[in-house]
Structure formats: structure tokens, C-alpha cells
């Protein structure tokens, strides 16, 4: 029962879709390949920051931006869509185009104008590295967490959600794999929503979560 530790990239691969509007917006989401989805909602996480964006997701940012549909209602909308309470891609992407359309509805000035600069669709494809590292039981946990980079929490936080069972991060299943040994912690870990923050505050987090189940008593005092 040995966690193997990876590391992970994402690849972006360009689509050719591209939409000057709202309407052509909603029209390539409806069919757009589901990695698209995938790529402009968690995307973020992993590319390098060259500035500080507005918003998580590039929908969102591209609403907002006066290069693109300079509608802040609709960016606002867009913003508040959280991936992680959507059983999968085909239902986040089914709420997307209800906010679109929604706003196409509301809005002549939308239905007309063009960006000035088109939205370009981007696919991603997730490039999985062995570490060569394990962990043979939870207990090492708190010593492992700090040594692993921001991308290899993005493959077992993040991308676990959308291949594990139960659609939770890959410590969580392991740790299920013990019965109810670890449901404390287990419950804790559940409490984390990766979208609204920084790989490396998503690290901080957990790290501290281990280290005040495992060093700080919390392990006995739940076991008590």
C-alpha cells in the first residue's frame, strides 16, 4: 500500500478554435474537446505568472479584459464558477454555456461586438513524471509533503479529482485504504478547495494539515 510520489506538466496544445464574440463563445463550448475546459479552468495554476490576472479561469479573464468582451457582469458571473463542485468536465462545461447564454439573452451590445482580440482555445495534455520516491505508511507524511513541488500537489490534489474513484485527491484515497485509521484526517483534507488559491499556498496547507495531525498530537488525541 506504498503512495508513489509523481510530478506532472501540462502540456498545451493548440485547437484552432478561436471565438470574436460571446455567441461563438457559446457555440465552441458546446463541442470544444473537454481538455479545453480542463486547460483554461485549472491552466492557470501551472503556467508562469507574467502578471497578476483578475480572475482563476481564462473564460472569466477574457470576458473582463477590454481586448476582449469588456463585459464585467459576465466576468463576474464566470469568476464564481468553482470546478471542484462539478461532478465532471461535461457538467462544468454545461454551466459555462448556461452563463453565456444567459448574458446573450440579456445583452444586445453582446450579441453584436467583436473582441479585439479573439479567444483562442487551448486543449491541455497532462505529462506524468515518476519521482521514484515512496511512501510506505502515512506517518511520513508530514516529512514528504514539504519536499514535493507545486506541480506534483497539482497531480495529486488537482488532476486525482478527475481519475480516483471517488473523485478525491490521491492522499485521500489512499489513506481510505486504512479504514477508519485516518477519517480524521481524511476529513481534513476534504475541507481544501484548490481553485480559489495558489499551488504553493494549496502546499502550505496541506503540509500544516499533516504536521498538526502527525507532530502536534493531533493523531493521538483523534485515536484517543
Same mark, same amino acid.
Given at each position: ?7 506532472? =506538466? ?7 478554435? &478561436? ?11 458546446? @463541442?470544444?474537446? /473537454?481538455?479545453? +475546459? ?14 497578476? &490576472? ?5 473564460? =472569466? ?21 468553482? /470546478? @471542484?463542485?462539478?461532478?465532471?468536465? !461535461?457538467?462544468?462545461? *454545461? *454551466? ?19 473582441? %479585439?482580440? /479573439? ?5 491541455? *495534455?497532462?505529462?506524468?513524471?515518476? @519521482?521514484?520516491?515512496t511512501i510506505e505508511h502515512p506517518s511520513q507524511l508530514a516529512a514528504a509533503a514539504p ?5 506534483? +500537489?497539482?497531480?495529486?490534489?488537482? %488532476? ?8 478525491? %485527491? %490521491?492522499?485521500? !484515497? ?9 477519517? /480524521?484526517?481524511?476529513?481534513?483534507? =476534504?475541507?481544501l478547495d484548490p481553485y480559489f488559491i495558489s499551488l504553493t499556498e494549496l502546499k502550505e ?15 493521538? !488525541?483523534?485515536?484517543?
Amino acid at each position: 500500500m506504498a503512495f508513489a510520489i509523481k510530478d506532472c =506538466a501540462l502540456a498545451a496544445i493548440a485547437t484552432g478554435v &478561436r471565438a470574436h464574440n460571446l455567441r461563438e463563445l457559446r457555440d465552441h463550448l458546446m @463541442t470544444v474537446h /473537454p481538455g479545453s +475546459i480542463y486547460y483554461h479552468f485549472w491552466g492557470e495554476l501551472l503556467r508562469p505568472a507574467f502578471e497578476i &490576472r483578475e480572475y482563476n479561469n481564462d473564460f =472569466a479573464n477574457w470576458a473582463r479584459s477590454a481586448h476582449g468582451l469588456h463585459d464585467e457582469a459576465l466576468a463576474e458571473r464566470l469568476s464564481v464558477i468553482d /470546478p @471542484t463542485d462539478f461532478d465532471d468536465l !461535461e457538467d462544468l462545461r *454545461q *454551466q459555462v454555456v448556461e452563463v453565456s447564454s444567459d448574458r446573450l439573452e440579456e445583452s444586445e451590445k453582446l450579441r453584436l461586438s467583436h473582441a %479585439d482580440r /479573439p479567444f483562442m482555445f487551448i486543449r491541455s *495534455q497532462i505529462v506524468i513524471f515518476d @519521482t521514484y520516491v515512496t511512501i510506505e505508511h502515512p506517518s511520513q507524511l508530514a516529512a514528504a509533503a514539504p519536499l514535493m513541488t507545486p506541480s506534483s +500537489i497539482f497531480f495529486h490534489v488537482v %488532476d486525482a479529482r478527475k481519475r480516483t474513484k471517488d473523485r478525491v %485527491d %490521491d492522499f485521500r !484515497e489512499w489513506l481510505m485504504e486504512y479504514g477508519d485509521e485516518f477519517r /480524521p484526517l481524511i476529513d481534513l483534507l =476534504a475541507g481544501l478547495d484548490p481553485y480559489f488559491i495558489s499551488l504553493t499556498e494549496l502546499k502550505e496547507k496541506i503540509v500544516n494539515i499533516f504536521n498538526g495531525f502527525f507532530l502536534s498530537g493531533g493523531e493521538n !488525541e483523534r485515536a484517543a
